[in-house]
T-cell receptor, first 115, second 115 residues
């Protein structure tokens, strides 16, 4: 079935380090792909998204490119800050005949950034 | 690993009726549960944050009398959509947070269709 696999955490980095959180998916069709972020004590927020192959989503210095050939949507940031400490979720969504399918989430990756 | 079970996964109801959605943490005590809704072709929207034994905190624009949230125990939160209308048709998903680890686990989601 459709699924999302993301790297297990926790990930601990020093400030200004480069971040990569891997995400791969399995889907029967052509999904939209998302990264959501949950900051401590808050609800989930959409970080970025891509709706078709080769699209690049970006926001707040984070980027992810929809790679159909490798079924991946890895999240990257060139220089992390302490304020980026949060849990990051990769997700996919399929559309069936114009109807919206359910969101399928990865298990989440906790990122801790040390000063 | 931790599991959050959401039930039902799909429900069809008539206009004017009420629908209850359950979110259970199966092997941990969830200090906080979040309820989300996804509108067609939109990302997830946080509806409310629910802490065990206290009233839920609703996001701006969410009608608390229409979307009743009860978090009666550390393993169960319920969302009741009262007097449902077709515009309430949507995908609802819960997530549960365990203690201070701030890792959120998601339910499978509920596809509500009001006819």
């Amino acid at each position: 079935g459709d699924s999302v696999t993301q790297m297990e955490g926790p990930v601990t980095l020093s400030e200004e380090a480069f971040l990569t959180i891997n995400c791969t998916y399995t889907a029967t069709g052509y999904p939209s792909l998302f990264w959501y972020v949950q900051y401590p004590g808050e609800g989930l927020q959409l970080l970025l998204k891509a709706t078709k192959a080769d699209d690049k989503g970006s926001n707040k210095g984070f980027e992810a490119t929809y790679r159909k050939e490798t079924t991946s949507f890895h999240l990257e940031k060139g220089s992390v800050q302490v304020s980026d400490s949060a849990v990051y979720f990769c997700a996919l969504q399929l559309y069936y005949g114009g109807s919206q399918g359910n969101l399928i989430f990865g298990k989440g990756t906790k990122l801790s950034v040390k000063p | 690993g931790a599991v959050v079970s959401q039930h039902p996964s799909r429900v069809i109801c008539k206009s004017g009726t009420s629908v209850k959605i359950e979110c259970r943490s199966l092997d941990f005590q969830a200090t906080t549960m979040f309820w989300y809704r996804q509108f067609p072709k939109k990302s997830l929207m946080l509806m409310a944050t629910s802490n065990e034994g206290s009233k839920a905190t609703y996001e701006q624009g969410v009608e608390k009398d229409k979307f009743l949230i009860n978090h009666a125990s550390l393993t169960l939160s319920t969302l009741t959509v009262t007097s449902a209308h077709p515009e309430d048709s949507s995908f609802y998903i819960c997530s549960a947070t365990r203690g201070q680890r701030l890792v959120a686990f998601f339910g499978q989601g509920t596809r509500l269709t009001v006819v």
